[in-house]
């Protein structure tokens, strides 16, 4: 008890430098925790979403840019297909026969920064976007109707232009946010989608044939499309359908399977997380380095005090317990404020990521390193009282209480 | 058996420039139990040496000192910091109170590293000593004698059988230091604890009933001052 006392008095005697130490390490702490979480989360997140689909078929080019067009809608498509020549492909037995659903859609248009993207409304209508999750439009809304200048709305993209039912819209050439100009089409909203917290949320749907009829759009590609969505019978069709496409040497591309490919993009920015958790680390270390200095440098005035406590009968390891307390008190401040910095840093890490990909991450959800990080920061602390608790330990206790008589 | 024994018990210093400087060498000396006596003693003389030796914050070169029936001279370190901490009560000169703690913890820390903390225990001694409206003010916020009469509490917190008091009465004045050392030898009284008391001012020890010479116990001082 006289040691949490000791302790306690000490952090208060020392006020200002505890809370900068602490907050230091509550910088460190919660810069790794968010690191680490985002990391793991959106790992695990994005390579889960494929919005209900096995593969995609797009033009030739990378697999990595077809599904980050057509799943995640980022990037530019890598052009567009014929819809003659996907026809073609689904004649063949050997593939036709593998694909149990085939979505279309078309890319290129969008309105004020949301994308606008054309489908059959067979997308809303049969898909399960997750195991046992089909799309659904909130109540008073209904499906867009093929041949009319109708959209239903993905509800992130629904509330941040705050569009209601009836709301009415020019779809802009181009995807960017500053657009070339508007298209004639003026249409309206018919359905809201309930939130998927999938890519699906931020897109502005409309029929297939609305992007490709567009005014403006070229008259001679009016069947192409951006690429299709499909949903492979078995897994062994997915692999087959891959190497007669792909090795054809052909027009097309065929990006399967959606998870593998989507855990490439993390190994090529694998090296952003890797910065930022060695800039974790390092701020770790500079923070336990702080604690050393700080208790250290008061060490020469608490000399006093430590020979009082030894002459009162306290042992040189409970002088040392007592520093080494008051360098992990320290620690569990820092990690404890650091939950708070990691709230508020995921919150925003999470929210821009929603609004740029749709995917959203629960920061919140348990990780392990809920556990592990704040032990290794509060023992990083431990390790830098270590020295002016070994200065406390050899304090001198008769010539500390000088004068003698 | 009395409550304190020493015999042949020396202590020497290394000086900075080589060669040592022995400071403290008495061959027999004895304190009963509840027994009160004062050392009288020049500044410099050994004094403060003699009764940390006997508290176990120093280690002699060699001799015995039988405290409560251990060798202190024997013992090691934490076993010397065990013993100090339940049977020695100590009162400093400049009182060597903890500035950062309120004066009700300063006396628990006086029983805090012996049989554990006893605040009811504390609080009473505080009281004894006339200071039960200040268990919540810090040391800076006493007069000097408070901060004495803290000080004793303290070094009775422990239910010590033997205090030992270094010039406890040297930054009072004088009507303060016959007052503190009345309540000194009161309260020792009261608790049953046997008192040893070194000091140089003449006019404190004339209050002392039994009164020894320093010079003539301690060997060290009459070889230095030897031709």
Known sequence: ?405 | MPLLSIKDLAKTYPLPGGGAHRVVEVVEFSLEAAEQLALRGESGSGKTTFLHLIAGILAPDSGRIALAGRDVAALGEAARDRLRAETIGYIFQTFNLLQGHTVLENVEFGMAFGRGVDRAYAESLLRRVGLSDKLGHFPRQLSTGQQQRVAVARALANHPKLVLADEPTGNLDRRHAREALALIREVCRECGAALLLVSHDEQVLAGFGDVRDFAALNRALTAEAAP
């Open chain 1, 1 to 405: 008890m006289m040691l949490w006392n000791l302790i306690y008095r000490s952090l208060r005697q020392h006020a200002l430098s505890t809370l900068v130490t602490a907050g230091s390490i509550a910088l460190a702490a919660g810069l790794l925790l968010t690191v680490w979480v985002v990391k793991t989360q959106s790992q695990a997140v994005f390579a889960a979403t494929n919005s209900g689909f096995d593969a995609v078929l797009g033009a030739r080019g990378s697999k990595l840019q077809l599904v980050l067009n057509a799943i995640f809608h980022l990037e530019a498509s890598p052009g567009n297909i014929a819809a003659a020549d996907f026809e073609a492909l689904r004649r063949n037995p050997m593939i036709g026969g593998a694909i149990r659903t085939a979505i279309p859609i078309a890319v290129g248009d969008s309105f004020q920064g949301w994308r606008v993207v054309g489908t059959v409304e067979q997308l809303f209508a049969e898909i399960e976007y997750a195991p046992g999750k089909r799309y659904a439009i909130a109540r008073g809304g209904r499906n867009f109707q093929l041949g009319a200048h109708e959209a239903v709305v993905g509800n992130f993209a629904a509330k941040r232009l705050g569009w209601k039912l009836g709301a009415t819209f020019h779809p802009q050439h181009g995807v960017s946010e500053k657009a070339e100009r508007d298209h004639d089409e003026l249409y309206t909203v018919v359905g809201i989608l309930e939130p998927t917290s999938t890519p699906v949320d931020r897109v502005i749907w409309i029929p297939l044939e609305g992007i490709q009829t567009m005014s403006g759009h070229n008259p001679f590609a009016k069947t192409d499309i951006s690429a299709v969505l499909i949903q492979l019978r078995a897994p062994t069709a997915g692999l087959m359908a891959s190497n007669l496409i792909n090795q054809s040497g052909g027009k097309l591309t065929f990006a399967y399977p959606i998870g593998t490919i989507v855990a490439e993009l993390f190994n090529k920015i694998s090296w952003i997380d890797k910065v930022l958790t060695l800039l974790a680390w390092l701020v770790a270390a500079v923070a336990s380095g702080s604690v050393l200095v700080s208790i250290y440098n008061s060490m020469s005035a608490r000399a006093r005090d430590i020979a009082i406590l030894r002459a009162l009968g306290a042992r040189r390891r409970t002088v040392f317990g007592a520093v080494v307390g008051e360098a992990a008190a320290i620690g569990v401040l820092g990690a404890a404020a650091g939950f708070a910095v990691f709230a508020g840093l995921a919150a925003g890490v999470a929210s821009i990521i929603q609004a740029q990909t749709g995917v959203v991450l629960e920061p919140l959800q348990w990780n392990p390193v809920f556990g592990w990080g704040p032990a290794v920061f509060v023992g990083l602390c431990v390790l830098g009282g270590l020295v002016p608790a070994f200065k406390a330990y050899r304090v001198p206790v008769a010539e500390t209480l000088a004068p003698v008589s």
